[in-house]
């Protein structure tokens, strides 16, 4: 990396994000657990296979329509964790706090953090606060960390796409991108486009009872859908065709990024999952998605290749085909 | 508590950080393994007995004589865990980075928290990047989550203190304190002080050879030496009594409290530990911490008594007798 200072764009989860953390921890971090990169470590040795993860969320503003800071604190983590197949178990809360916060504003948001513990069937199990001067921190920020726990014979991780498995995205694609957007922005769409942000636990298990056998989940926040799927085809060795016309996008949110300038494949989500499954399965845990909650609007959305690894490729609506790239640069900061 | 914005003092580790807890993490969160309230989180049940905990880090500057923010974060870290009597396994990082932060300081943090990581021989198996805006954060955050696995049997919790405990404090107080706040001002004192950070699970270690019946272990971060075992005091429902005249204090360190007027039972420190055990076991359990590294300055300055429940006595080195209470209000800001 050329630079020396910072940039927003190390924040965006797209290519100065990647190369911060390969220029950065795996730099400094040899150890093969930090290694694999998904989204939860997962610990080797006893007790049994336990996955721990960790992040830290600054989204401006805090409240936004469908959510807030502290439901996407814990649906994040909890979403980290369900990635790889394990089940959360408890969460920590680590908030720095910007001196002059309004109390009411911390009280709401720790009773969103209950609730969306709650949804989630985590316990909270820890917590620290630090306060930094007024203009030292901007209202508040917070890492949540999480452990889950795995069954035996999962073998769940961006690294595992295999020729042949077929791409399901779990629903609409852009919501969490846009509904941000619009409240900083101060634009009002004719109808209100809210957040997924949502716990998408429940909806792993329903996927894990029809087969242990799915060989990727990733859920594509920063840095969207594209991101997500070129990391999986760069990290598996293989190639992704994606079918445009088979997204789920919202027409709210198709408007908004016609009139905004924004890709839906750029934005980020905040409960919704990509699997790669075998196609002996792919029908069964389709349906399966659909009967949950969170998983409704599931679709098949493209296959994997022998051909062209390391890329992705667009069947676009009208009939082109293109390379659907990872985000370059920043695009929204501070969207988690 | 009547305030509703956000103060400094909030985050002092003294009363109103504990008011802040109090009313918050407790209100908001009842989990019985949450209210527990010690330095790490036990998670009930499978697999064996696993310890969880956070910590963010928000210090000004940082770099400091002895340390710097990213071995602070993972000392703090694995301290935690030790506190409870957990072996550290492994620990992520969260970082929360100003735009513009060079990066020969991410670079130089993160070789530290390799360093220390090494040291204390955890693990980093997980980590998350967040930038932003100039201005909206103040250079660079650090939280660390841990995990550590629990030997059956130890039931070591700050409300465990018995009457006829043995007090051991593993070392000098205030190093940490006046080590920044000397850089902070641009203070130079005769002799240089550097902060204590140091990992302190293999002094626990060698105090869990001696015996697993201690009863209470904990690190005086954030408020001090006094807060923490009036916190003892209070939650174990004993009174303590401590010889002023037997608590080690470096020269440099009361020389510079004499002129800045800062008291050493209020300063931070980063690498000492307060441990309560029982009087048959004071003895070895003192040989134990002097034979290991950070123990050498090990001794024994007090005892738990009946009298003055969740209230901890002063004898001064002057003959007299007070009351030590904990830290009101804010010392020093971002001390760790």
């Known amino acids: 990396m050329a630079g020396d200072r910072i940039l927003l764009g190390h924040g965006s989860g797209g290519v ?6 390969a220029s950065l921890f795996l730099k400094h971090f040899d150890d093969p657990v930090l290694a694999q990169a998904d989204d939860s470590a997962v610990l080797p040795g006893d007790p049994g296979r336990l996955a721990f993860t960790t ?12 959510g807030d800071i502290g439901s996407l604190a814990v649906n994040g983590t909890v979403n980290d964790l369900s990635m790889v197949g394990a089940g959360p178990v408890a969460i920590t809360l680590g908030l720095i706090l910007e001196e002059g916060l309004p109390m009411d504003d911390l009280h709401r948001i720790l009773a969103s953090v209950k609730r969306s513990s709650e949804e989630a069937g985590v316990m909270v199990v820890g917590g620290d606060t630090k306060v930094v001067e007024h203009g030292s921190a ?3 920020f917070i890492n949540t960390a999480g452990v889950g726990l795995l069954a035996e014979g999962l073998k769940i991780s961006s690294a595992n796409a295999k020729a042949g498995d077929v791409v399901i995205l779990s629903g609409s694609i852009g919501d969490h991108g846009i509904a941000v957007v619009s409240m900083r922005e101060g634009i009002d769409f004719e109808t209100d486009i809210v957040s997924d942000t949502a716990p998408l636990n429940g909806l792993v298990a ?5 087969t242990p056998d799915i ?3 990733r859920d594509p926040t920063r840095g969207g859908l594209a991101t997500s799927l070129n990391e999986i085809a760069q990290k598996s060795g293989v190639g992704v065709v994606i079918q445009e016309a088979a997204i789920p996008v919202k027409p709210q949110v198709t408007q908004a990024c016609d009139m905004l300038g924004f890709d839906p494949f750029y934005l980020a989500n905040e409960g919704k999952l990509v699997a790669f499954v075998p196609e002996s399965e792919a029908a069964a845990v389709l349906d399966a ?9 599931a679709a098949i959305i493209g296959r994997v290749v022998e051909e062209n690894p390391g890329m992705v490729i667009l069947d676009t609506a009208v009939g082109g085909r293109r390379i659907l790239s990872a985000l370059s640069g920043e695009l929204l900061p501070r969207i988690c």
Chains 1, 2 share one sequence.
């Open 16 to 21: 100065l994000s990647h190369d911060l953390i």
């Open 289 to 297: 998605m659909r009967g949950s909650t969170y998983g409704r609007d």
């Open 138 to 140: 901007d209202k508040i």
């Open 215 to 217: 060989h990727v989940m």
């Open 55 to 66: 992040d830290s969320y600054v989204i401006d503003p805090i409240f936004f329509p469908g």
């Open 206 to 210: 329903s996927m894990l009872e029809v």
